[in-house]
């Protein structure tokens, strides 16, 4: 049987994400420990266990009185081409579509008070923006991300960063769309966030993936009102 998952373990995947995909450049230092504490919201001792392995491993160094500081890039990050045609914006709804349904899911299974703090602060941020008959793309997508972090499995936030820029190209779209309806088009896709976080906090994990699904299709729908493309190789 294999051992849990300790926290310093899930600090050290999270701050390996971010450093593999460049938020944290070579030789930049790394924010002050207490402040990356609370972000995590874990101890000191535990943020310090994390940043002891990613030491070990090369990946940071310290500087006499002066903090972390990250030693060099682990590889080219992840990424994909540029967003050239609505063909790519319906691909990376199908490839959103399978990714972050399972991240959901797994999201309801396994998040914990923290996680979920982070998840309803974005809706937070969504529902302002309703009532001011605004549509963000940044709290769209920080709402997303937070639940990819909420699974637990650090493939799912990676991969979801490294998809920002196409995502957003879709979101803007989306956005777009929904202002032609005015206050009811917002009203519903807050109405869909707001059920899915419900979902995710009650550990509802079939409804959890079954409503993510749905607003996924919804948002693509709207957007290419309804006629997909034919994607078929000729």
Not at 3 to 25: C, K, M, Q
Not at 76 to 103: H, M, S
Not at 123 to 131: D, F, I
Request: glycine share 6%; proline share 3%; charged share 25%.
């Amino acid at each position: 049987m294999k051992p849990r998952t300790t926290l310093a373990d899930r600090v050290y995947h999270s701050l390996f994400s971010r450093i593999s995909n460049g938020d944290y450049p070579a030789n930049q230092k790394l924010p002050p420990e207490n402040v990356l504490a609370q972000d995590f919201g874990v101890s000191r001792p535990v943020l310090r266990t994390a940043l002891e392995r990613l030491r070990e491993e090369g990946l940071v160094y310290s500087r006499q009185g002066a903090g972390n500081y990250v030693r060099a890039p682990l590889s080219k990050p992840v990424g994909f081409a540029r967003v050239e045609t609505l063909a790519d914006i319906q691909r990376c709804y199908e490839f959103r579509l399978n990714l972050e349904t399972k991240a959901a899911a797994l999201a309801a299974e396994r998040h914990n008070a923290a996680a979920l703090g982070d998840i309803e602060e974005a809706l937070k941020l969504l529902r302002a923006a309703t009532g001011s008959l605004q549509h963000r793309e940044d709290a769209d997508f920080a709402f997303h991300l937070a639940i990819a972090k909420a699974s637990n499995n650090q493939y799912f936030e990676t991969t979801l960063r490294a998809l920002r820029e196409h995502v957003n190209v879709g979101m803007k779209l989306h956005g777009q769309s929904l202002m032609t309806d005015g206050a009811k088009g917002l009203e519903e896709v807050l109405q869909e966030h707001t059920v899915l976080f419900d979902a995710i906090r009650n550990r509802r994990t079939d409804e959890a993936a079954g409503l993510m699904q749905m607003h996924l299709e919804h948002s693509r729908d709207r957007l290419f009102g309804g006629g997909l493309l034919d994607l078929r190789m000729t």
